[in-house]
C-alpha cells in the first residue's frame, strides 16, 4: 500500500523529543514501527520522502544498536529546515493498526 498523504512537512517535536530520527532503510521503518511503535501507542506508520542531498550530507549516518540500523539524527531546532530540504511529497508506505 503506497498512498501520497497530501503530507510536505514533519510535525515539531514534542519537548521530550528532541531529536528526529529519519531512518535509511524499509526494514528498519518497518521494525520501528511495527515492533516498537504499535505495542506503546497502539499503531505505527512507515513513510517515505526524498530529501535535498546538499541538506542532509551535513548529517552523519548513525548506527543504532547493530549495522541494519541506520538512522540520523536530526536535532528538533533543525527541523524546519530538513522540512524545506524535502523534496515531493511524504508517502504512506505501510500502517500497522
Excluded at 524499509?26 to 505505527?44: C, F, L, M, Q, T
Aim: aromatic fraction near 12%.
Amino acid at each position: 500500500m503506497i498512498e501520497a498523504l497530501g503530507m510536505r512537512a514533519f510535525p515539531p517535536r514534542l519537548p521530550e523529543q528532541p531529536i528526529f530520527y529519519p531512518v535509511l532503510t524499509e526494514d528498519y521503518a518497518v521494525k520501528i514501527a511495527r515492533d516498537w511503535n504499535v505495542p506503546a501507542s497502539g499503531r505505527g506508520h512507515v513513510l517515505r520522502f526524498a530529501i535535498l542531498r546538499g541538506f542532509i550530507d551535513n548529517y552523519e549516518v548513525r548506527e543504532a544498536g547493530g549495522r541494519e540500523h541506520l538512522e540520523y539524527w536530526i536535532p528538533s531546532e533543525d527541523l524546519a529546515d530538513f522540512n524545506a530540504a524535502i523534496v515531493g511529497p511524504i508517502v504512506l508506505v505501510r500502517s500497522f493498526p
